[in-house]
């Protein structure tokens, strides 16, 4: 009787050993990371009786929906939100400091690179771009590495940023439009020629009656969602993601949101029929993915890279408060009258401000015979009386500004020493932004708060139970859950935690 138990016991260990070690190396034949650029999360429930069956209310009645995602950095931007999903981290590890910074002291715009040439078009602006800038492994750049490259990740958008960025530097090929041509092109980074099926896309594109009407502008129209979608598309069956021995992964993010958003803002019927169309898109997206790797064989998410405020005229109206921040038109001028007072200097002290980030010229500073800490004192001083900043801060001295914890953690969250400015400033609720060069019934995004951090996370597919939390998580914590779903190493700055609901299956 005891060998029998014995035999028993031996046996259950050894089929749970098997059992779990089958678990560990099963994995999705491939990966789909979803962004919608500006896309606030309670645009889910607005759109969802809208919304058809087979898209976006798919993926919340039967994936995973985390309702309570934050970025947990400032500021929100779209370089920096794409970023931070496929690298599970911030800018202060992996260096894209925003769609427009510097690296010491020299400006760059996020994936610029000039040791490039474009591909598909004759267009260096538009087409020497690469991912040169960015410091940290993406979960692309993770897949290949565990597989010894055989996987092939590839990366598709409207934006340069939003398709080389996710995609990662070890990435198969990254695709965006040209809007001088109306052509998807890429750059020598990932390759000399496009593809035959990019070209033979192409091709459809220059007989689109609709993209020869609108040119440029396609941006502002819900045709760039679905060009996008075509795309995306054509490189799954192109490149046959999902077919290979390895997994897979493509990653595909639409801008028409967001280019709509900043011209018409988060109400109306332009930003209505964006979603509703991009619902559509979705459903188009996932009808391909089951046809082509089967539904349950691909694990997908889809979250966004910011949100917006709602436009300052609209909240104004409904008595709600905010306002047009207006640093060139009003601020600047009022400061440069202090810097004239105090230290005998003009703004030239400051060489620029992005994202409510104020970059110091040093070396005009030090050709001026200026003491840089005074000259940082005193903007810091004039701006804490300044019209609606609610806090500001010395990056330097952060640590013992007079500010609440959760600004200054996300402040330092975004904070690269080399690439985030010298002085950060964080206007008050409903306060954004605004120049001369603003739509009017516009809106932007980039600061801390709920309408511009809250953003929508859902996983869908292999191995992803039905359910929804409301426990906070990050968009840092969308790269180490998908990663940890597959059972391969982190990014290698990665800072997130993996989402234990969406892990647990």
Not at 164 to 190: K, M, V
Not at 210 to 232: F, N, R, S, W
Not at 272 to 295: F, H, M, P, S, T
Request: proline letters at 4%; aromatic letters at 10%; glycine letters at 8%.
């Amino acid at each position: 009787m005891k060998k029998l138990l014995l035999f028993i016991t031996m046996t259950m260990c050894l089929s749970a050993q098997l059992q779990a070690q089958t678990k560990f190396n099963e994995r999705p034949k491939l990966v789909v990371g979803i962004m919608v650029d500006q896309m606030r999360w309670d645009y889910l429930g607005r759109y969802y009786d809208q919304f058809g069956d087979d898209g976006l209310k798919r993926l919340i009645n039967k994936g995973y929906s985390c309702d309570n995602c934050l970025i947990n950095y400032i500021p929100t931007i779209t370089a920096i939100g794409h970023t931070s999903a496929y690298t599970g981290t911030t800018p202060a590890f992996h260096g894209i400091c925003g769609n427009d910074f510097q690296i010491d002291g020299v400006p760059v715009y996020c994936t610029d690179d000039k040791s490039v040439d474009p591909v598909g078009s004759d267009n260096r602006k538009k087409g020497c771009m690469s991912p040169k800038n960015l410091l940290a492994s993406t979960i692309g750049d993770q897949i290949r590495l565990h597989t010894d490259f055989k996987s092939k990740v590839i990366g598709v958008s409207y934006k340069d940023r939003a398709a080389i960025l996710p995609a990662g530097r070890s990435a198969n090929g990254a695709y965006w439009l040209d809007t001088e041509n109306g052509q998807f092109i890429t750059s020598t980074y990932y390759r000399t020629e496009l593809p035959d099926w990019a070209k033979s896309y192409n091709l459809e594109l220059k007989k689109n009656k609709e993209l020869q009407k609108v040119g440029k502008q396609v941006g502002l129209y819900p045709l760039c969602g679905h060009i996008t979608t075509d795309m995306a598309i054509a490189a799954l069956k192109g490149e046959s993601l999902g077919k290979g021995e390895a997994t897979d992964m493509l990653c595909v993010s639409f801008s028409q949101t967001d280019v709509i958003g900043h011209e018409w803002s988060t109400r109306g019927e332009h930003t209505d029929e964006a979603y509703i169309e991009l619902d559509k898109d979705i459903a188009r997206l996932l009808k391909a993915l089951d046809d082509q790797v089967g539904e349950g064989n691909y694990l997908l998410f889809l979250s966004a890279d910011h949100g917006a405020a709602h436009n300052f005229q609209f909240m104004i109206d409904h008595k709600l408060g905010g306002g047009a921040w207006k640093w060139s038109d009003e601020i600047a001028p009022q400061l440069e009258k202090e810097l004239k007072e105090k230290l005998n200097t003009d703004l030239k002290v400051i060489s620029s401000v992005l994202a409510y980030r104020i970059y110091l010229n040093k070396k005009y500073i030090a050709e001026q015979g200026l003491d840089e800490a005074k000259v940082r004192k005193t903007i810091v001083d004039f701006l804490k009386t300044a019209p609606h900043v609610q806090f500001v801060a010395d990056f330097e001295h952060v640590q013992n500004a007079a500010i609440p914890d959760l600004i200054r953690y996300r402040a330092l969250m975004g904070y690269h020493p080399r690439r985030s400015g010298d002085i950060f400033v964080v206007p008050e609720p409903g306060w954004y932004e605004f120049s001369r060069w603003s739509s009017p019934v516009g809106t932007t995004h980039g600061e801390w708060n709920p309408y511009d951090a809250h953003i929508p996370l859902l996983f869908y597919g292999w191995n992803v139970k039905h359910g929804a939390t409301s426990r906070e998580v990050h968009i840092t914590d969308i790269a180490p859950t998908i990663c940890q779903k597959l059972h391969i190493q982190q990014p290698n700055a990665c800072v997130g935690e993996a989402i234990t609901e969406v892990i647990d299956d």
